[in-house]
């Protein structure tokens, strides 16, 4: 149950961003069909098998990115796997893919060849740079179109002079995923005032370029972008990481200094900085912020993280753990407000996706499909009888 419920959704796409926006749907009640190709599936499943991965029994990025779904193994190189795909897209309420244009015009699952067949269709198309220009038709992934275009990889080393960031694994696909999810709920509600469906477009370059848009947007108006100092030269001592005794982080985010630097400077047991005219104003502290900053490694270094996150809560202080994946399994705070749920048919837990709405419960997430576990059971509410299904698989069509 839930706000989808009876949504008809085909997933057919892979690597992560397009299909984890199904992933979004099914968590609120739509039925998934994803389409994989016999044998290996979707690429994703291969992802934790890679060097430098981290090393489990479990297949933790196809358990994130297929939970709910129901997988049909179908061969789209042969005309007859694409007869069944439009049969189904003829059916469906959304179709999702992430396939390169020319491969959509080589199976023929273009808007133009699908929206003929169902004047209700949703088409979420979901592309490395954009449907238009010299570079429509390139191949992307979040690490290159998303993190490394949108410069975001050069800003976020901690001087001009570090080697560029690498991004994690999804880093950029999970926050695209959410706005082709946005695009395509969108689209439902116009199809709700106009009962016409529609093509909703969204690519991982601009996405980047939105995550990345408050210096996007000075570069836009062509601001000078100044160099930015290392942490032990920050411009500000009390918006700065620092280390703890047992080698773990906290960063800091005391914007009202005025207020809070007092407290600050008492819960940390060092009232005698207020005293200190090079900390006793605000225009002072930044000016001496390398020597504040000093000061400060020292003291935070004397006790380990645990100390500090007791002794800084609950007096208006603003601050942050700098988390470790580790530490997700046993955060209650993750827990109690669903961020972490568990799965219904297995003592696992996932990663709820990130939109909750009162009143609307999602469904207990399933775990993931193994490659065709559901592919006779689509194709006979597709309306293929046994033979024809028995057919299809002889011929290697399904799987």
Avoid at 287 to 309: G, M, N, Q, S, Y
């Amino acid at each position: 149950m839930g706000i989808f419920e009876g949504l008809k959704v085909i997933d057919c796409a892979s690597f992560i961003a397009a299909p984890s926006s199904a992933t979004a749907l099914s968590d609120f009640g739509a039925d998934v069909i994803k389409i994989e190709p016999p044998g290996a599936g979707d690429p994703v499943r291969n992802l934790p098998h890679l060097p430098g991965y981290p090393i489990s029994p479990h297949n933790y990025a196809w358990m994130l990115e297929g939970r709910n779904k129901k997988s049909l193994a179908l061969d789209l190189s042969k005309p007859e796997g694409q007869a069944v795909l439009r049969k189904l897209a003829a059916e469906c309420d959304v179709f999702i893919t992430n396939f390169p244009p020319p491969v959509r015009k080589k199976l023929g699952v273009t808007y133009k060849d699908l929206a003929p067949l169902n004047d209700r269709l949703i088409y979420a198309s979901f592309t490395g740079y954009g449907e238009t220009g010299a570079e429509a038709d390139k191949p992307g992934f979040d690490s290159n179109a998303w993190w490394a275009r949108s410069g975001l990889m050069d800003l976020v080393r901690e001087t001009d002079e570090t080697t560029p960031a690498r991004s994690m694994p999804g880093m950029g696909d999970h926050p695209c995923a959410m706005s082709l999810f946005a695009g395509i709920v969108t689209a439902l509600y116009q199809r709700e005032k106009t009962g016409k469906g529609t093509q909703v477009m969204s690519n991982l370059m601009v996405n980047g370029i939105w995550s990345n848009g408050i210096y996007a947007q000075a570069a836009l108006c062509g601001a000078t972008f100044q160099k930015r100092p290392p942490r032990d030269r920050a411009l500000n001592a009390v918006t700065c990481h620092y280390k703890c005794a047992d080698d773990r982080w906290i960063i800091l985010s005391l914007l009202n200094e005025e207020k809070q630097f007092p407290v600050f400077a008492k819960v940390i047991e060092r009232e005698d900085l207020l005293a200190d005219p090079r900390f006793e104003t605000k225009p002072a502290r930044h000016k001496h912020a390398p020597e504040l900053i000093a000061i400060l490694d020292k003291v935070f270094a004397t006790k380990p993280l645990a100390h500090w996150r007791k002794a800084l809560d609950g007096n208006g202080l603003i601050f942050g753990v700098v988390g470790i994946p580790q530490d997700i399994p046993d955060d209650e705070q993750m827990r109690v407000t669903e961020a972490v749920v568990p799965f219904a048919d297995s003592d696992l837990r996932t990663i709820n996706t990130p939109i909750f709405i009162e009143g609307a419960k999602k469904v207990q997430p399933r775990m993931a499909p193994n490659v065709g576990q559901h592919s006779d059971e689509v194709l006979a509410a597709a309306g293929f009888n046994a033979a024809e299904i028995a057919k299809m698989r002889a011929a290697g069509i399904v799987a």
